[in-house]
């Protein structure tokens, strides 16, 4: 017995679900390539539903892709070190507007990264005397929190990227790195 079903932002069965809850062969519909439902003049479920039944059938019902179990994880994981990584960028970017608006900025050694151990040292050994050394303290241990995050996510994603033959594949592009993987990956599973 094969089933269709429009597919919901909410609540969707993956793959690995359906098969437990007695389906064989599910088949999910693709929401926006079925958006014509929602234009059609007669509009009510039973006129819908038959047909969509009627694409199925005849098998040109527009499918929705879900990813598996291990893909859902692996895209997660990606999609989190992603997000950190730009929240990293967007604290550091602050750490040194706030260093240039109190003229220390120029003060820092030279170097060609920003966040180099001897800028980070100096930046945390800088002293004010009064409340900015909080302000300036803070941002600087969340960002040793922030990159401490990254650590165990970075871990968990090679160790899929060693078991996953598409990452294996992506990885012998120029210039490929574990972190670029999430802009090449469906971000909705369909």
């Not at 007669?42 to 040109?60: C, F, Q, Y």
């Not at 930046?123 to 009064?130: A, E, P, V």
Request: aromatic share 4%; net charge positive.
């Amino acid at each position: 017995m094969r089933e269709s079903r429009s597919r919901h932002r909410h609540g969707t069965p993956g793959p690995q679900d359906s098969e437990g809850l007695g389906y064989r062969g599910l088949t999910v519909a693709h929401p926006t390539e079925l958006a014509w439902i929602v234009k059609s003049k007669r509009k009510n479920d039973r006129i819908d539903s038959l047909e969509i039944a009627k694409l199925h059938t005849v098998g040109m019902l527009p499918e929705s892709h879900l990813l598996e179990r291990h893909e859902q994880m692996f895209r997660d994981l990606l999609i989190q070190r992603v997000g950190l990584g730009v929240e990293i960028g967007r604290l550091k970017d602050r750490v040194i507007s706030h260093l240039k608006r109190e003229g220390v900025y120029q003060s820092l050694p030279e170097s060609s990264d920003n966040s180099s151990a001897a800028r980070r040292g100096a930046i945390l050994s800088l002293s004010f005397s009064d409340q900015r050394d909080l302000v300036m303290r803070t941002m600087m241990y969340r960002l040793a929190f922030l990159e401490g995050q990254c650590v165990p996510l970075e871990a968990s994603i090679r160790d899929f990227a060693r078991e996953d033959d598409d990452v294996k594949l992506l990885m012998t592009n120029p210039g490929s790195t574990i972190t670029s993987f999430p802009s090449s990956l469906p971000t909705s599973g369909t």
